[in-house]
């Protein structure tokens, strides 16, 4: 069964200081994975998204993730944290049943300090 | 512009009472999802729909019902059984239900008890 666990409940950084934010995966085949972010009473926007391609993925905003089978893990990162950064981030795995179905990781909150 | 409407932004329910959050698409996308997310949590997925007159139920379908009587609209409903209705709703949808396709989010209902 699939299955996404995000390290981190909460992570606060100082404007313009790298950004790290950490994902583990259980799989049984070679998923798909997906970050989104959610600002406050918003839906959630996608990031970016690994479809078995290249292991290091760029997205929007100047954030990017790389794919690590050897780990299962699928970090995002960013090299500088902007104040508008600050929200809640999710990481996603998709399993090959029919329908498409997204597991969700538990969120992880970002804060920026200016 | 492209996207998706859930409405209304806010909902009340009261005691005993059958309430109908409404999603519309104009991607024309075939695939739509029903999620709930709840405070410090991930989301679960309630209903999805991988093609007009056809859903299925997620992993938290007791208390909800939902329809696709036209490609655009996936309409919930949650019905007096749902004890606990508290949450935001979040409607998506993707161009198919195949599992390296992202799914794109509108900004939510939330829904509280009177």
């Known amino acids: 069964a699939q299955s996404v666990t995000q390290l981190d409940s909460h992570v606060s950084v100082s404007e313009g200081t790298p950004v790290l934010l950490r994902c583990n995966y259980s799989?049984?085949?070679?998923?798909?994975l997906f970050w989104y972010v959610q600002h406050p009473n918003k839906g959630l926007q996608l990031l970016l998204k690994?479809?078995?391609?290249?292991?290091l993925v760029k997205g929007i905003n100047g954030f990017e993730a790389e794919f690590k089978k050897s780990e299962t893990s699928f970090h995002l990162t960013k090299p500088s944290a902007h104040m508008s950064d600050a929200a809640e981030y999710f990481c996603?795995?998709?399993?090959?049943?029919?329908?498409?179905?997204?597991?969700f990781g538990q969120g992880t909150e970002l804060s920026v300090k200016p | 512009d492209g996207g998706i409407t859930q409405s209304p932004k806010y909902l009340f329910r009261k005691e005993g009472q059958n309430v109908t959050l409404s999603c519309e698409q104009n991607?024309?996308?075939?695939?739509m999802y029903w999620y709930r997310q709840d405070p410090g949590q991930g989301l679960r997925l309630i209903y999805y729909?991988?093609?007009?007159?056809?859903?299925q139920k997620g992993d938290i379908a007791e208390g909800y019902s939902v329809s696709r009587e036209k490609k655009e609209s996936f309409p919930l409903t949650v019905t007096s059984a749902q004890k606990n209705p508290t949450a935001f709703y979040l409607c998506?949808?993707?161009?198919?239900?195949?599992?390296?396709?992202?799914?794109?989010f509108g900004d939510g209902t939330r829904l509280s008890i009177l």
């Open positions: 991607l024309n996308h075939d695939a």
């Open positions: 996603v795995v998709s399993d090959r049943l029919p329908g498409g179905k997204l597991i």
């Open positions: 799989s049984s085949y070679s998923p798909s």
């Open positions: 729909s991988q093609i007009v007159n056809d859903f």
């Open positions: 690994y479809t078995s391609a290249a292991t």
């Open positions: 998506a949808s993707s161009i198919n239900s195949y599992s390296n396709q992202p799914q794109h």
